[in-house]
């Protein structure tokens, strides 16, 4: 099984810019979660969602959009990239919520914005 | 404010030794607990899972408690390797909206 699988791996934008990070996974999970990771912050929330169709706020959600059209796939979306999000992004799946069930993250995807 | 507190100072033991890493954290009130393993250029590895009412885990050479009264978790690597080195997470999940909360973690390095 490839697992959850992250494309592309390294991206460089200029400010403004637009752009999709595609995440897939092939474990049937409902659950999907976007993080980003920056040093010193830990991983934090963007966006999240519970199953096809469905997608929520986390905890900075501000300047992305994500959608949910197949159960397998979760898009985060960057409109107008900034150099804030300049990260490294992660993508997740789980079989229950995120208070039981086991996150299986990507490799990462390593955003930079100039 | 909430706030999770993992030792930002990287950790170093000889191997063999035993590896406690702890994770302090305030103004949550957690009903589950987990931790992580994350390598250079890597994404998380699910370790642990631990809840409220549970106030030990083990799993071969690993072990976590988790005290809700001191608000603190401990996780413990006994007879640890050069393999065991990388990098600990540990997340609450403090209820509602799947929002699983991370520490920044803390880097274990076991050496020969």
């Known amino acids: 099984n490839a697992g959850v699988t992250q494309t592309p791996k390294f991206r460089v934008l200029k400010t403004g810019q637009s752009m999709t990070l595609l995440c897939a996974q092939d474990?049937?999970?409902?659950?999907m979660y976007w993080y980003r990771q920056d040093p010193g912050m830990g991983l934090r929330l963007i966006h999240y969602?519970?199953?096809?169709?469905?997608?929520a706020k986390g905890e900075v959600p501000d300047g992305y959009n994500v959608s949910r059209l197949k159960k397998q796939n979760f898009l985060l979306g960057l409109e107008s990239a900034a150099p804030s999000q300049t990260s490294v992004y992660f993508c997740?799946?789980?079989?229950?919520?995120?208070?039981?069930?086991?996150?299986?993250f990507g490799e990462g995807s390593r955003l930079t914005v100039l | 404010s909430q706030k999770i507190e993992q030792n930002s100072e990287a950790l170093n033991i000889q191997e063999g030794k035993t590896a406690t890493l702890t994770c302090n954290y305030t103004?949550?009130?957690?009903?589950?607990l987990q931790w992580y393993r994350q390598d250079p250029g890597r994404g998380p590895v699910f370790l642990l899972l631990?809840?409220?009412?549970?106030k030990e885990k083990r799993k071969e050479r690993l072990k976590v408690t988790f005290d809700t009264t001191l608000k603190q978790s401990l996780f413990h690597i006994t007879a640890s390797q050069p393999a065991d080195s990388a990098t600990y997470l540990c997340?609450?999940?403090?209820?509602?909206?799947?929002?699983?909360?991370f520490g920044t973690g803390t880097q274990l390095k076991v050496e020969l």
């Open positions: 997340a609450l999940f403090t209820g509602g909206g799947n929002k699983l909360t």
């Open positions: 631990i809840r409220e009412n549970e």
């Open positions: 474990m049937n999970h409902e659950y």
């Open positions: 103004n949550y009130s957690p009903a589950y």
């Open positions: 997740a799946s789980s079989y229950e919520g995120a208070a039981t069930g086991e996150l299986f």
């Open positions: 969602s519970v199953g096809e169709g469905t997608t």
